[in-house]
């Protein structure tokens, strides 16, 4: 028999049969998301508790108990033949490539994701990258039967800027997961000469900064507010049963509206902000905007480039205003005028 017709029929099979089982149960349409659901926690090498799994499928409005999930996991290792094992209060696949979702896609998709792959460089400390490259090859191998057509990881037309320290990148992956699947997770965070401290938070947002990762996220046990987290500053970071929290007063959008670096000021309000471009950062400025809300306008003739920005007052200002040099002057407020004009003279006494 044609191998791909007899795998038709063995895919016919195990479908009849999986409509069967489940049917018994619940409506198709709640089952498959719900194995959905564990496929996420649990493929290619993931390790996840029942309660995680349980919170996960909880979150999306589905009823589970974990008896419920015990039964899936024995349907789940009969229908796609894939045994879930555990080791203490761990459950993952035994096979570590494998996921119930896996697909194909088509050469010319297969390219854009090489490509991605080759501008996430960054994270290659991390488990993703890895994952990455082998979901790459498997989506590949019914295109070129296990050879790719190029090898973009030796091509240089393209170099990113690559981060030489990568701590807390390891942490990327498993809080990526929890902003998708809306679950808690628990952290040991540390302070710059502070102790070490346990924190439950629900993330919201991994964002970059200079090469920098953090996590915006709510506070569940300390101030009970939305704040920013440095990845570089977490020990651990694993699963909770705490349920997530949607922080209300949380804007995803506008968050960091009035940030010109990372932080985000609670008990500050942005000022207005004026400074004076000159020579080829007039040009540099208005290819590149200091930050989106940014409004400029030339003056002088054209050899000044008047700049205005609604944006918190902070070091991360500062710092962003001492990198022109000559090249910049704060018009207003007076205070910021003169802080520079003070950092300036302390730079220039070391020479």
């Known amino acids: 028999m044609n191998a791909k017709l007899g795998h038709s029929f063995e895919m016919a099979f195990q479908t009849k049969k999986f409509l069967k089982i489940i049917s018994q149960f619940m409506s198709t349409k709640s089952i498959i998301k719900k194995f959905w659901i564990i496929d996420e926690k649990l493929r290619y090498g993931k390790k996840s508790t029942v309660n995680q799994i349980l919170t996960a499928i909880r979150n999306k409005g589905i ?3 974990i008896r419920q999930i015990h039964y899936d996991f024995v349907t789940i290792a009969d229908i796609w033949q894939q045994p879930i094992i555990n080791e203490g209060d761990k459950y993952f696949f035994k096979n570590d ?21 080759f501008n996430s460089q960054n994270l290659k ?3 993703v990258y890895d994952k990455y490259n082998k979901i790459l090859d498997k989506i590949l ?10 090898n ?44 070490p401290e346990k924190k439950i938070i629900s993330p919201y947002i991994l964002k970059e900064h200079r090469n920098r990762w953090y996590c915006v996220g709510y506070d569940h046990l300390n101030r009970k507010v939305t704040k920013i987290y440095s990845l570089d500053r ?26 010109l670096g990372i932080y985000h000021y609670i008990d500050k309000k942005p000022e207005i902000v004026k400074l004076e471009f000159y020579e080829y950062f007039i040009e540099t400025i208005q290819n590149h905007p200091l930050m989106p809300t940014q409004k400029s306008k030339l003056t002088k003739r054209g050899k ?19 990198k022109y040099g000559e090249l910049v002057k704060v018009i207003s407020p007076l205070s910021l005028a003169k802080t520079i004009k003070e950092k300036s003279k302390k730079i220039a006494e070391l020479y």
Do not use: R
């Not at 697909?103 to 490509?115: C, H, M, N």
């Not at 019914?142 to 190029?150: E, F, H, P, T, Y």
């Not at 320290?165 to 902003?179: L, Q, R, T, V």
């Not at 000044?304 to 001492?322: D, P, R």
């Open 63 to 65: 009823g589970c108990t």
């Open 141 to 150: 191998s019914d295109i070129a039967k296990g050879k790719k057509a190029k």
């Open 234 to 259: 977490m020990h651990n970071v694993e699963y909770s049963a705490k349920p997530y929290w949607n922080d209300p007063h949380f804007d995803i959008e506008n968050y960091f509206k009035y940030s």
């Open 125 to 127: 400390p991390t488990g």
């Open 152 to 195: 973009i990881a030796n091509i240089k037309a393209i170099q990113p800027e690559i981060s030489f320290g990568n701590k807390g990148y390891e942490w990327i992956e498993p809080i990526f997961n929890a902003i998708i699947n809306k679950e808690a997770i628990e952290i040991i965070y540390q302070k710059a000469k502070s102790e």
């Open 97 to 117: 490539e494998f996921s119930i979702q896996n697909g194909k896609i088509s050469e010319e998709d297969s390219a854009t994701f090489e490509l991605l792959l």
């Open 304 to 322: 000044a480039l008047e700049v205005e920005l609604e944006v918190y007052n902070s070091k991360e200002l500062v710092t962003e205003i001492l």
